[in-house]
């Protein structure tokens, strides 16, 4: 168990609809990553926050937005859904903003769209 | 902006094998690399990192990597594989030391260890 916590493990849900990924950082990590594993695409960085702030950003589509709250937690948010946002979502988590914090990985959502 | 390969998409090994998985970056400038794994129905884990210093590096569960700067690589190795080492492996870089946090990875290997 790496501490990372995300909700749901599974989705399903339909074309055009709008879902929210959850993400519980480890304790004092203030630094939150998404990634997003697909077949075609592989594991891809999507964006990053730091203690409420963006910081990165990586190919992440406009149709999908990110938040980070001031309990650390973060939220992906995926709209107007495609077939081709199925993926495995990830988040990750870190101390800090360098290289030489190391990123702890959630378990990640599943997430199909039909 | 910086690019990862894994040549080897799939592995089958017998246990006890040696184990060499390859990968290679792309990028100009100090980088920071990094070994994570993935066991079936897990998160990914780290197994190992560079940022500097000597070459070889140690991780854990018996895994090393070398760092081969004039080859842009940092192959994964294990004298003896288990057949524990089933899963899929993924190479990783960032522009460090300054450049953030955001790694890019390679498209992974599957590892197959027979028992």
């Known amino acids: 168990d790496s501490g990372v916590t995300q909700t749901p493990k599974h989705l399903i849900t339909a074309t055009g609809q709008r879902v929210t990924l959850r993400c519980s950082p480890r304790s004092g990590d203030l630094s939150v990553y998404w990634y997003q594993q697909s077949l075609d695409q592989g594991l891809q960085f999507l964006i990053q926050y730091y203690n409420g702030e963006e910081r990165a950003k990586g190919n992440i589509l406009e149709r999908f937005s990110a938040q980070q709250f001031p309990d650390l937690h973060s939220e992906l948010n995926l709209s107007s859904l495609e077939l081709g946002d199925s993926a495995l979502y990830f988040c990750?988590?870190?101390?800090?903003?360098?290289?030489?914090?190391?990123?702890?990985f959630g378990p990640g959502t599943r997430l199909t769209v039909l | 902006a910086q690019s990862v390969s894994q040549h080897n998409h799939h592995v089958i090994l017998s246990e006890a094998a040696s184990l060499e998985l390859g990968c290679n970056y792309s990028y100009g400038g100090t980088v920071n690399l990094f070994w994570y794994v993935q066991y079936p129905g897990q998160h990914l884990q780290l197994l190992l990192k560079?940022?500097?210093?000597?070459?070889l590096v140690k991780g854990i569960k018996g895994f090393e990597a070398e760092f081969i700067k004039s080859k842009f690589s940092f192959n994964l190795r294990k004298p003896s594989v288990q057949w524990s080492d089933t899963a899929e492996y993924f190479c990783a870089v960032n522009a460090g030391p300054n450049a953030g946090n955001m790694l890019t990875f390679g498209g992974g290997t599957r590892l197959m260890v027979k028992p």
């Open positions: 560079y940022f500097s210093g000597d070459p």
């Open positions: 990750a988590s870190s101390v800090g903003l360098t290289a030489y914090n190391e990123q702890f």
